[in-house]
């Protein structure tokens, strides 16, 4: 496999390591998405967070419903649906990106590849159609389906550009090792608590 295809199947598997994680251990399937066109949006809203560092630019975005949000927050922050309102839902999915950000730059920083991180935001679904054309022509997107145990689903996309693919290679072993060890890679100070 080809340093940017890996990269991008390495950003998905830690988004879906990192997010079982902030649902309490619910399991999440994760299947590569085939977009039918360039117009498509692949949900109402985006959350989204950036990573850049000399090795390249990433952009992880997850993009959700509401109904699929809600459920999310729900089990990660063990209520009820009906409790959680939409603004917790929001805050909850701009956490996920948080988490998976962190997660993804502590591995990579664990490696001597500094790494500077934006905060989490929020856009409209339709948004991310801009996004597509103002992408760098170096850059690649996967997309893929993530579908939660027990209903839900909702879409990932890691927008990888790599400027230096000889640096992800030096470190591919412990990447790799980090796809198949899941959070036992993660050190114990990795423990999920939201203050709501």
């Not at 000399?54 to 927050?73: T, Y």
Request: hydrophobic share 45%; proline share 3%; glycine share 8%.
């Amino acid at each position: 496999m080809d340093t940017i295809k890996f990269a991008n199947s390495f950003f998905a598997t830690m988004a879906k390591q990192r997010i079982e994680k902030m649902i309490r251990g619910k399991k999440i399937s994760l299947d590569p998405l085939e977009l039918k066109n360039a117009g498509d949006v692949l949900g109402e809203h985006i959350s989204i967070i950036m990573l850049w560092s000399p090795v390249g630019a990433m952009f992880l975005k997850i993009h959700f419903d509401l109904n699929a949000a809600k459920q999310m927050a729900a089990g990660g922050l063990e209520r009820s649906l009906e409790d959680v309102s939409k603004e917790m839902a929001f805050d909850f999915m701009k956490e996920c990106s948080n988490g998976v950000g962190g997660f993804v730059r502590s591995l990579f920083e664990k490696n001597q590849l500094l790494m500077g991180m934006s905060l989490p935001f929020l856009a409209d679904g339709r948004d991310e159609v801009i996004f597509r054309k103002i992408r760098d022509p170096r850059s690649v997107a996967s997309n893929w389906d993530l579908k939660l145990d027990g209903g839900g689903s909702f879409r990932y996309t890691a927008e990888v550009c790599l400027l230096e693919p000889k640096s992800i290679e030096k470190i591919r072993p412990q990447l790799e090792a980090a796809m198949s060890e899941g959070d036992k890679a993660e050190s114990k100070e990795g423990e999920v608590e939201f203050l709501f």
